[in-house]
């Protein structure tokens, strides 16, 4: 069964700092990677998805994810941190692109961004 | 103990039928909601309910309906399946109202119409 895992409910950064989330997965096939934000007020949104092509995948507001597929791997990180960044992020895995392939979601970890 | 529980986890149905996906959670939280997967793996938001009553009611077909009997349910009702229904719809809950608590998802209703 797929799963992914977490490390670290809440993680705390410095404005400017580099900000690293993590997340492990559990998949018996090939997976397909998601990283999705909870920003205050704006609701869940897709950051970046990995599909099997590039192993370094870019999202959006300078957010970058790595699959490595050695370490079952596919942590989130930003060279520097601002404010706006602070939401809740949760990674998700999926063994298919079809729209019925559902998602499997982490519990989530909340950053903070101190100034 | 299941945090936020969804059955069924598979339903196939034919075009035209209706039929219910219930959502249960056990958190004690004031607000429940419906998300849509759509094709692109993205969540959209459907419906909201804080404390049985709904606040949030996004451009949906009005052949959704949600119920909810109490605050620690939040039901789904769909009339006249139609092709594009096909998709995973979630429950989710948390503590408040603001779009900035925690989500707490169930594991998801794969829904295939025929």
């Known amino acids: 069964a797929q799963s992914v895992t977490q490390l670290g409910s809440h993680v705390s950064v410095s404005e400017g700092a580099l900000v690293l989330l993590r997340c492990n997965y559990s998949?018996?096939?090939?997976?397909?990677l998601f990283w999705y934000v909870q920003y205050p007020n704006q609701g869940l949104q897709l950051l970046l998805k990995y599909t099997s092509a590039a192993t370094l995948v870019k999202g959006i507001n300078g957010f970058e994810a790595e699959f490595k597929k050695s370490e079952t791997s596919f942590h989130l990180t930003k060279p520097s941190a601002h404010m706006s960044d602070a939401a809740e992020y949760f990674c998700a895995v999926s063994e298919g692109s079809y729209n019925t392939d559902k998602l499997i979601f982490g519990t989530g970890t909340r950053l903070q961004v101190f100034p | 103990d299941t945090a936020v529980s969804q059955t069924p986890k598979y339903l196939v149905t034919q075009m035209g039928n209706d039929k219910s996906i219930k959502c249960e959670q056990n958190?004690?939280?004031?607000?429940m909601y419906w998300y849509k997967q759509d094709s692109k793996k993205f969540l959209k938001i459907m419906f909201s309910y804080n404390n049985k009553e709904l606040i949030i009611n996004e451009t949906v077909p009005n052949r959704f309906s949600p119920k909810s009997p109490d605050k620690a349910h939040l039901n789904l009702h769909i009339n006249s399946l139609e092709l594009g229904d096909s998709a995973v719809y979630f429950c989710a809950s948390s503590q408040g109202e603001a779009t900035n608590e925690k989500l707490f998802f169930g594991s998801g209703t794969q829904l295939s119409v025929l």
């Open positions: 958190l004690g939280h004031d607000t």
């Open positions: 998949s018996s096939v090939p997976p397909y």
